[in-house]
């Protein structure tokens, strides 16, 4: 898998970016995790289609002010499901994503850096 940066932040626009990666990982779990878990209880999913967005301000990235996040301030996600059951009954199956799960509660992450 590769990762690039846009121009405008050093990089040559030849890949998706690591937050741009996290966006198609929260979108594609919360999508397979509702179509799967949909599937085992019998619900029908004839269309599916998942939209996501985040704010992120690159000035916390860059180090240039230290009152902004280095990440995204939000996410928005919008999926549009074509299904006899209800919107509510939907979000609770997309609920079961590990990788919603995993950003939506804030975990304790262990960095090591080791010099070789």
Do not use: W
């Not at 626009?13 to 198609?24: D, F, G, I, K």
Request: glycine share 6%; proline share 3%; net charge negative.
């Amino acid at each position: 898998m590769e990762a690039d940066e846009p121009l405008i932040l050093g990089g040559t626009s030849n890949a998706a970016n690591p937050v741009e990666y996290l966006l198609h990982a929260l979108t594609s779990c919360l999508t397979t995790s509702l179509v799967a878990h949909a599937a085992v209880r019998g619900i029908t999913v004839e269309d599916i289609n998942t939209s996501t967005e985040g704010d992120i301000d690159v000035r916390g990235f860059l180090g240039i002010s230290e009152e902004v996040r280095n990440g995204y301030q939000a996410i928005r996600i919008n999926m549009k499901v074509k299904s006899e059951a209800s919107a509510e009954q939907l979000k609770q199956l997309a609920m079961f994503s590990p990788v919603y799960d995993t950003v939506s509660n804030s975990l304790p992450v262990d960095l090591v850096i080791e010099k070789h």
